[in-house]
């Protein structure tokens, strides 16, 4: 039997000890491999010419050059799947931004302090970050780790015996999205009108990010952006993002729908989780809602899909071609609970006309 070939990972951080628990971390996944570790991007730089990565981890604050000037280079240059690993992603969210426009497939955010710690604990998020990079498609500007256990969303909501509700005819819009996902979210609420149907969204990213990128999208969109906080009220041309680090789960008292915001386990490996928020819309919205699946790594959401559509909810998902990484939507595919796929640029017209319309989108 041919072994598969290991991803092959170059570290870029200018903390020796961040260059060597990474190392240890990547190594001990049997599908990934640490090529080299480099001090900052100019001993990167001269570390490529020997051999080119698969996948980049990069720091953001270091000596000689900054890591968006170096992903920059890169992405003009030689396109490679860049992972930003920074602290800066917490304490400048428009860093983060900018190294997701420039290119950068995925954010983990570091703190400054107790660093080892949270990068052992942060173990998978970081392995599945590198995976699913290897996978992106870029544009110029197997068997998984063993984990006991890997959750559901019955660790935040126990599945309803029945899907019945106080009648409303309020139509919401619940969108899921992780790797690519900032950039096919922005294109998907562009295209929302003032009087587009209450929206909300989880998107896989850091703790500390989602404000900052929920007010870039309230700048950009017709329709108001808002990082959420428990019990904000869901309405007419408003968009609520789960904060990171935070589940967000869709309830209804009468006919008004709000969101509860809290902590818990990880679901499906992510805080927030799509699979938490597409359950909480089954039993709270059913056939009121219609459901969108984006670009993103694993399968996170096409259970809570699935729950979705025997609701009697509309399911939609975004088609491979479009996406960056097709992870997600294909394995909402798989279990059957996609109604339709669509390129990314159809979405919006398609859920508009769904909600105003109903029937077949």
């Known amino acids: 039997m041919i072994e598969k ?92 931004l900018k190294a997701l426009e420039c290119g950068a497939v995925d954010i983990i955010q570091k703190p400054r302090l107790g660093t080892r710690q949270f990068l052992e604990e942060s173990k998978i998020r970081i392995c599945d970050a590198v995976k699913a990079a290897v996978q992106a498609k870029l544009r110029r500007p197997s068997p998984r780790l063993l984990i006991e256990p890997k959750l559901t969303a019955d660790a935040m909501m126990p599945k309803p015996k029945t899907n019945a509700l106080i009648k409303t005819t309020e139509k919401v819009i619940v969108v899921g999205a992780s790797t690519g996902g900032t950039e096919a979210i922005r294109i998907f609420l562009e295209k929302m009108p003032m009087d587009a149907p209450g929206i909300v969204i989880v ?35 408003r968009a609520l993002i789960a904060p990171g680090n935070y589940h967000m789960m869709l309830k209804r008292s009468g006919a008004r729908y709000y969101v509860e915001v809290k902590a818990g386990p990880l679901v499906s490996r992510h805080r927030p989780s799509v699979d938490v928020l597409f359950r909480s819309a089954a039993r709270y919205a059913g056939a009121n809602a219609v459901s969108v699946i984006m670009t993103g790594m694993g399968d996170d959401g096409a259970r809570g899909m699935l729950e979705m559509k025997e609701s009697g909810a509309y399911t939609i998902a975004q088609d491979e071609a479009s996406c960056v990484v097709y992870g997600m939507p294909q394995e909402a595919v798989k279990r059957g609970a996609v109604d339709k796929i669509y390129p990314l640029e159809m979405i919006a017209d398609k859920v508009l006309r769904q909600c105003r319309e109903g029937g077949s989108a």
């Open 203 to 237: 998107q896989h990213m850091p703790e500390n990010f989602t404000k900052s990128f929920a007010a870039r999208l309230d700048s950009l969109c017709q329709i108001s952006v808002k990082e959420a906080a428990n019990n904000d009220t869901v309405f007419t041309g």
């Open 5 to 96: 070939r290991k991803i092959r990972v170059l570290v870029v951080d200018d903390s020796a000890v961040v260059r060597q628990t990474m190392t240890e971390l990547l190594n001990s996944d049997p599908e990934i491999e640490v090529m080299g570790a480099a001090a900052d991007p100019i001993i990167a730089a001269q570390r490529m010419k020997e051999e080119i990565p698969d996948v980049i981890t990069l720091d953001i604050e270091m000596p000689r050059m900054d890591g968006i000037t170096f992903l920059s280079k890169i992405m003009s240059q030689h396109p490679i799947p860049v992972v930003i690993c920074s602290s800066l992603v917490e304490e400048n969210s428009g860093t983060a």
